[in-house]
């Protein structure tokens, strides 16, 4: 409990002032991302270089886009793995949750329409789908923010210049939404001749060289029992989460959680 409450601290603190080129401190209000170094360093590497937190991704430099394969009950597409979150950790597999709770919206939906933000939310409607028999989506999308959210140091309210309410969930969600397009993995293991299946299996290694293969990275793969379920594509951040450029990179070796074989990648319309 310690670390995470010194973690949160420090992010409240680093979000007070905003130090300027001219080495006047300058009320936050003012931060602009165009004071951001061109030369920022990736999260989790030379942490000390870069103080201003709303340009370096300081406290959860490693970023896992994580996705559900949900059969039972299906959600989503039957060709399309769903979104779960974007969830930073502290560049050591640790994470902290709910740093803000003053930031904990009640209606992710009510924002994202009020800022217009309406490609997002429809996106959302058919790829960002909670398991029924644990609540809504909007229910899910809250979770994530409030858990997630709120814990990146770049997403910070002194960050933020925009006065629109849940300005920064805005970004995060654009930003999720924006990601998960990139890592289709249906198609990645599609592309390598793996389907979903109620009678083949699979070892976690093949599947995991198949993902590679396709997409050049090595995720982490999650079973439910001896059924695939869950996945998390890792990556590093090169400034802030509103604008900055992701760096994959390779799951740590034992980040994944199936059995060494027998998986089933079970079709989601059975
Ligand atoms: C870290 O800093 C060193 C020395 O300034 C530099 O050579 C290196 O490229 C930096 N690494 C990253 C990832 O920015
Ligand atoms: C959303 O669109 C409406 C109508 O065009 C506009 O009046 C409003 O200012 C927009 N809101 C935001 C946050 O951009």
Not at 73 to 89: E, F, M, R, V
Not at 117 to 128: D, E, G, I, N, V
Not at 150 to 167: E, K, M, N, R
Request: proline residues 6%; aromatic residues 12%; contains cysteine.
């Amino acid at each position: 409990m310690l670390p995470i409450l010194a973690a949160c601290a420090a992010l409240l603190l680093a979000g007070l002032v905003t130090a300027s080129p001219f080495g006047v401190l300058e009320p936050a209000s003012l931060f602009s991302r165009a004071l951001c170094s061109s030369s920022l360093p990736a999260s989790c590497q030379n942490t000390t270089q870069e103080t201003n937190l709303c340009c370096f991704e300081a406290l959860g430099g490693s970023i896992l886009q994580t996705q559900f394969w949900d059969t039972k009950p299906a959600t989503g597409p039957t060709n399309s793995w769903t979104i779960h979150g974007l969830w930073p950790d502290h560049c050591d597999g640790s994470y902290s949750e709910d740093c803000d709770p003053s930031r904990d919206y009640s209606s992710i939906t009510d924002i994202l329409t009020d800022a217009n933000a309406t490609s997002t939310l429809s996106y959302m409607q058919t790829y960002w789908k909670n398991d029924p028999n644990d609540g809504s989506d909007e229910e899910l999308w809250e979770h994530e923010w409030a858990t997630h959210g709120t814990f990146y140091s770049t997403l910070a309210p002194d960050c933020i210049t925009s006065s629109v309410y849940g300005q920064d969930a805005v970004y995060f969600f654009g930003r999720v939404v924006g990601l998960f397009q990139t890592l289709n993995t249906y198609q990645f293991l599609e592309s390598q001749g793996i389907t979903p299946s109620s009678s083949t299996t699979h070892t976690q290694s093949s599947l995991l060289s198949a993902l590679q293969a396709a997409s050049g990275y090595t995720p982490a793969i999650s079973c439910s029992g001896s059924d695939l379920s869950q996945i998390s594509w890792y990556f590093n951040l090169q400034g802030s989460l509103i604008d900055g450029t992701f760096l994959p990179y390779n799951a740590p070796s034992g980040s994944s959680d199936c059995p060494s074989s027998g998986i089933k990648y079970l079709p989601k319309n059975e």
